[in-house]
């Protein structure tokens, strides 16, 4: 029996969903998510099978939304990105992938993280990370962005919340450190 490998297009394909997630940006927000996590345990539980299995759960869960959020940054953001240098290989603004079929991929790799986040982890991991989706979304990309140079500042609450989400996610709380930690990234 011979396995085939499959074909170029295919893998192609894959690439051009993969690329709408900004897997650079994603290893970012799971970087400081992991953080977190390990910043909200005291050291003899890192050594727990229980601790482990929620890091990789919740890491799988907070990517998967956080390239969801990206697909639909890409979204909305396409017109302009085919204007831009930088940003006019995508494969939105090439029209390699359709509008219809990037919203049904966000959807899908969205929906996937939400409920692995609360199914396998806690349901507070999946409401902190669906707000921070929301805060990326519709609060940075949708309406600050076009409005006022100040969307970095503002929208920048999206992108302090990954350590609170791996501190949530392993302690399923949020304490006074998962608090700062947010605060200081946010005021870097």
């Not at 302009?80 to 090439?94: E, N, Q």
Request: aromatic content about 8%.
């Amino acid at each position: 029996m011979s396995v085939s490998l499959p074909s170029r297009t295919y893998v192609s394909r894959l690439q051009q969903f993969l690329q709408l997630t900004k897997p650079r940006v994603i290893s970012l927000i799971v970087f400081t998510a992991v953080i977190g996590m390990f910043l909200a345990v005291p050291g003899e539980e890192l050594l727990s099978r229980h601790f482990w299995t929620t890091v990789l759960c919740a890491t799988l869960g907070i990517a998967l939304v956080a390239g969801s959020a990206a697909a639909v940054n890409c979204l909305v953001e396409q017109k302009l990105d085919a204007v831009m240098a930088r940003t006019r290989a995508r494969p939105l603004p090439m029209g390699t992938i359709t509008s219809a079929e990037a919203l049904l991929f966000s959807g899908a790799v969205g929906g996937t993280g939400l409920t692995l986040l609360y199914v396998l982890v806690n349901p507070l991991t999946m409401w902190l990370t669906l707000a921070t989706f929301v805060g990326y979304v519709v609060i940075y990309t949708v309406l600050l962005k076009p409005l006022t140079p100040q969307n970095i500042v503002i929208g920048g609450a999206s992108g302090a919340m990954p350590p609170v989400l791996g501190w949530a996610a392993v302690t399923g709380g949020i304490s006074h450190d998962a608090l700062l930690l947010f605060l200081i990234i946010f005021a870097w």
